[in-house]
């Protein structure tokens, strides 16, 4: 959150997801990533740390790097959590997660579009949700992703990859899933840890 100019006069929506999640996500948009993409991180003005490389084949081993190097090779994911988990209470913050948006998406559109004060045109209600659904979002993938997917040379279906949770359950050992939880609370306490991993609060 410090990396941006906060201001009380914008709302601010953070999307909040399980970190094996987000790594089993994150490990697609990086290994089918093309020279484009590396390009434009690694030339960014003023970037700072060594350059974005290529993943490696095993994402368990991706994983450990993540785990052992705070979030490698990407942003510093715990700290990322704590700094907007600490102003959870603000009225222009809003916390979100993926979970939830999974398991109640008109719900969680509803309270996004109070939380925004915009109101919903009801005559538009069941266009919103289809064009929301993960579904929609597939088969019209360049309208979302990044410059419309043209970072993979897969197009941008292979961004909008699989939009679930729980892949890292047929990878990860119970060891490591338990290593991951305890880690969790050890970064950001119970409370937190514990809607980290299902929305709960």
């Not at 969680?108 to 919903?120: P, W």
């Not at 679930?164 to 609370?185: I, M, P, S």
Request: hydrophobic share 40%; charged share 25%.
């Amino acid at each position: 959150m410090d990396a941006l100019r906060f201001s009380p006069q914008a709302r601010y929506l953070y999307i909040g997801r399980d970190g094996r999640d987000v790594v089993w996500s994150l490990y697609n948009h990086h290994a089918n990533a093309n020279q484009s993409w590396y390009d434009a991180l690694n030339e960014t003005p003023g970037r700072i740390g060594p350059p974005i490389e290529p993943p490696p084949a095993d994402i368990r081993q991706y994983w450990h790097d993540w785990m052992e190097r705070e979030g490698h090779p990407f942003w510093p994911f715990w700290e990322n959590i704590r700094s907007w988990w600490q102003i959870r209470d603000l009225p222009n913050v809003k916390l979100v997660h993926f979970a939830d948006l999974k398991r109640d998406m008109p719900g969680e559109i509803r309270r996004i579009a109070e939380f925004l004060q915009i109101t919903i045109n009801e005559a538009t209600w069941e266009t919103i949700l289809e064009q929301c659904s993960f579904e929609w979002m597939k088969r019209n993938a360049t309208k979302s992703v990044p410059l419309g997917g043209s970072f993979w040379d897969a197009g941008a279906e292979v961004f909008i990859n699989k939009g679930q949770n729980g892949r890292w359950k047929d990878t990860l050992t119970a060891e490591e899933a338990a290593a991951y939880e305890q880690r969790a609370v050890a970064e950001l306490g119970p409370e937190c840890a514990r809607w980290l991993a299902s929305g709960e609060r």
